[in-house]
Structures are given as C-alpha cells and as structure tokens.
C-alpha cells in the first residue's frame, strides 16, 4: 500500500456510533483536544468519499449527540454506525511544540544519529501505554515497533521529512551504508 501524498492526507476526527433515539440522532466520538471543535471542520468525509455535515452537536455522558445532515430516522442513522470521518489535514491548525498529527509522522525517513537510513514510518499506534512508531526497515521483511519517547526519537524534523531515532539494541539489522562501508577494501592493505 502506497501512502498518500503530503497533499492528500486525510486526519480521522471522529466517529459515528450508534443511532440515539428515533429521529435520526447519533453518538459521536470525537479524537479532538476539545470535543466539540469537530464541527467547526465544515464537511467531513468518510473513508469511502461520502461527506457529512454535522448540524448540531451536544455533549452527554461519554460521547456527543450529533445530528447528520440529511438523517432524518433511527433507520438511517443505524446504518452509520462505526463511519469514521476525516478532515483534509491541511484543514487542521498546527500542532503544537512536541505534538505530531499521526498523519504527519508516517512517511517520514528514520535515520540513526549518524545519519544511516534505518527505514520509514509506516504507521504510529497506542495500545495504551504510549505511542509506538512501527517503522519498515530499509531493506524490507518484518516491521520493528520502536517506543515514541524523547529519548528514542530526540529529533523530529517534519519540514526535512526525516526523524532521528537512538532504536534499541538489535531492534534493526545494520543499515545498508555500513555494511557496504565494512565490506570496501582499506587502502595500503597487505592484500595488494
């Protein structure tokens, strides 16, 4: 799978869950820092292309109540549930110092501190104990889930799409450039 291009990376700001009541409502899960900022993002689209407007929303207990533009009964509002919505991610304002939209972090080149390529970010996950990059090696198989923690990763330089990660011993084979640079023949060797 090919990621897409900086300019046509989508963020998911929320989802759809099930129908409330009977005139079409639905519970609304929003992953913004304030909750109710996901209406202020205009048209929403799901993962297939279909856009949304959310007219109205509401807080409850644990979730918004939100209304859809152009659902008008529980029927339809069932058929929603579990629709992600997405916002182009030029949309969103910039992060702040130290955070990172998901979005902005996959794609990005993974180098070691002296500059040898060890792969690329192919996604970011938090499983509950803190965000981890999965990251594909340079020279392909298996991908390596490294922690995203100041001390691992101390440089983050998403203008210059790269990242500087101190991975963990033996978490990646040794790149490419030194292996190569080990194998050169050294100048003034007795194998003249």
Request: net charge negative; charged share 25%.
């Amino acid at each position: 799978m090919v990621a897409p291009s900086r300019e046509h990376r989508r963020v998911c700001v929320a989802r759809i869950g099930a129908a409330h009541g009977v005139r079409g409502e639905v519970k609304l899960w929003a992953f913004t820092a304030d909750p109710m900022a996901v209406v202020s993002y205009g048209e929403l689209q799901a993962e297939d292309g279909r856009a949304f407007e959310i007219e109205a929303v509401r807080p409850a207990k644990d979730f918004l109540v939100a209304r859809i533009k152009g659902v008008a009964d529980r029927d339809a509002a069932r058929r929603l549930c579990n629709t992600d919505l997405y916002v182009p991610r030029e949309r969103l304002p910039q992060a702040e110092g130290g955070e990172y939209y998901h979005v902005d972090l996959i794609g990005l080149t993974v180098e070691d501190p002296g500059g040898a390529r060890l792969g690329t970010i192919a996604a970011v996950h938090n499983f509950g104990a803190g965000d981890l990059l999965e990251v594909q090696p340079i020279g392909g198989g298996e991908t390596v889930m490294v922690p995203f923690t100041d001390a691992v990763v101390p440089v983050v330089d998403i203008a210059g799409e790269k990242l500087i990660m101190r991975p963990p011993a033996g978490a990646f084979a040794e790149p490419p450039e030194r292996q190569d640079a080990e194998r050169s023949p050294r100048i003034g060797s007795s194998e003249d």
